[in-house]
């Protein structure tokens, strides 16, 4: 079936430093893939998403693109702000399945 | 504010007992997921509905059980309640059904249920 594996938190950053949450994914056909963002007593929220290889996903300074040939969707920012905290989780949808595949969950945490 | 509201916020009961968590889809949205999210599970689909019918099954369990009403909001029954099924449980909308792979989905706020 499908999966996404993400890098291993917490990520911890000193303000302004350049992130990278690295993501994987397994999945038949074509998904399209997205980034969510979840911050502390909330739901999550869209961040970014591709839909299709070599699209690239962007919102609030944060960018993804959707590589095919390493089954790869990496978020990166270039410079992080306290208020980026928050737990980051990569998805798909529309592999081998609709079911929405998530991953475990990397959570960033940014020091003034 | 998402638009997805859930209802009750905090819910704390006793092994053996059965809860109903309720879920308002955004205003036009036809499709509701649910999600158990846990410390040691992560974020796991549990089912899908499209406007009224069951439309995907995750890892949702047979104590469990969902619906979706003609106005559209949904509910997940959990019943015969373990000290495992302490979670977080989210709905989440989406305006189109499951062929739609790029539709976002729209979180709520969560429902924490602890059984105790």
């Known amino acids: 079936g499908d999966s996404v594996t993400q890098m291993e938190g917490p990520v911890t950053l000193s303000e302004e430093a350049f992130l990278t949450i690295n993501c994987t994914y397994t999945a038949t056909g074509y998904p399209s893939l997205f980034w969510y963002v979840q911050y502390p007593g909330e739901g999550l929220q869209l961040l970014l998403k591709a839909t299709k290889a070599d699209d690239k996903g962007s919102n609030k300074g944060f960018e993804a693109t959707y590589r095919k040939e390493t089954t790869s969707f990496h978020l990166e920012k270039g410079s992080v702000q306290v208020s980026d905290s928050a737990v980051y989780f990569c998805a798909l949808r529309g592999g081998g399945s609709y079911i929405p595949t998530f991953g475990r969950g990397t959570s960033l945490i940014v020091h003034p | 504010d998402s638009g997805v509201t859930q209802t009750p916020k905090h819910l704390i009961t006793a092994t053996g007992q059965r809860v109903t968590l309720r879920c308002s889809p955004r205003?036009?949205?036809?499709?509701v997921y649910w999600y158990q999210q846990s410390l040691d599970q992560g974020l796991q689909f549990l089912i899908q509905?499209?406007?009224?019918?069951?439309?995907a099954k995750g890892n949702i369990l047979e104590r469990f059980s969902a619906q979706q009403f003609p106005d559209l909001h949904s509910e997940l029954n959990l019943s015969s309640l373990e000290l495992g099924d302490s979670a977080l449980y989210f709905c989440?909308?989406?305006?189109?059904?499951?062929?739609?792979?790029?539709?976002?989905?729209?979180f709520g706020p969560g429902t924490r249920l602890t059984v105790l």
């Open positions: 989440a909308s989406s305006v189109a059904g499951e062929t739609s792979s790029y539709n976002e989905q729209f």
């Open positions: 205003s036009g949205d036809l499709s």
């Open positions: 509905y499209y406007n009224g019918e069951e439309r």
